[in-house]
């Protein structure tokens, strides 16, 4: 594909928007912005309660303006959340909404990955990320997660034509290149870690919602619009 990634940077310029600019590309899906957030976030806790892991502290990898920060606190209750990104207005916009004392957000360049997390999670963050960009950002969340730690990489199906009508949508996903599940789970493994599973959901719009029930018996097939990896570093 020849399109380049947007800038990351460039979010600082649609940090105040955002919420804005996603609800418009969301809405032919029928529903919020929350409504994915939290989903993704109860489909994390069901995973991990299998593994019989309880994460004490995240890291949440390309935070934007921290609106997952609250979820995490209230499904998962960790001891600690971090966010980071390279927006300094989204990290602003973050601190001033969601700061206290167990969360946190700060920039990309300012922390320093030094294996203390037991989970690092990132949504929709590696399809700006320039190509010869990627191995390094999976790196970095390698090194900042405790050996055993695990990563739920969250990105958008490319196989779903929902997900590229959104996409399209959304100013700064419109030059995005995204990342299929086989090509994420190879560079995951390129890192060191182990993959665990993959899962795919939200298959259905809020206008099919009587059979949203269905969605976890079919989460092992590609239909949905977003697919998690849930893959661990090694001990």
């Known amino acids: 594909m020849s399109a380049a990634p ?18 418009k590309g969301l809405s032919v899906s029928g529903e919020k912005k929350e409504y994915f957030a939290r989903g993704r976030i109860l ?6 309660a299998t593994l019989e892991a309880r994460p004490a502290s ?21 001891e600690r959340y971090l966010g980071v990104d390279v927006s300094a207005k989204s990290l602003e916009i973050a601190t001033h909404t969601y700061g206290n004392a167990r969360t946190a957000f700060t920039s990309i360049g300012v922390y ?8 690092a999670f ?14 390094a950002a999976v790196n970095y969340i390698v090194r900042a997660l405790s050996p055993g730690g695990l ?8 196989w779903n034509p929902g997900t590229r009508l959104v996409m399209k949508r959304i100013p700064f ?17 390129q890192a060191g870690f182990k993959i665990l599973r993959t899962d795919y959901m939200f298959i259905f719009p809020r206008l099919l919602k009587t059979l949203r029930g269905l969605e976890p018996l079919l989460s092992r097939f590609p239909f949905g619009a977003q697919y998690q990896i849930l893959c661990q570093k090694p001990l």
């Open 112 to 119: 320093e990955p030094k294996g203390e997390f037991s989970l």
């Open 173 to 189: 996903d419109r030059d995005a290149i995204p990342l299929s599940p086989p090509g994420a789970r190879k560079l995951l493994r």
């Open 43 to 48: 489909w994390l806790s069901k995973k991990l």
């Open 58 to 78: 995240v890291l949440d990898f390309g935070c934007g303006t921290g609106t997952a920060a609250p979820v995490f606190s209230e499904v998962l209750s960790p």
């Open 151 to 158: 990563f739920a990489f969250w990105e958008n199906n490319p």
């Open 122 to 135: 990132c949504n929709g963050v590696f399809h700006h990320v320039p190509l010869s960009e990627r191995a």
């Open 6 to 23: 947007i800038d990351l940077k460039a979010f600082d310029a649609y940090a105040a928007q955002y919420d804005a600019a996603l609800a």
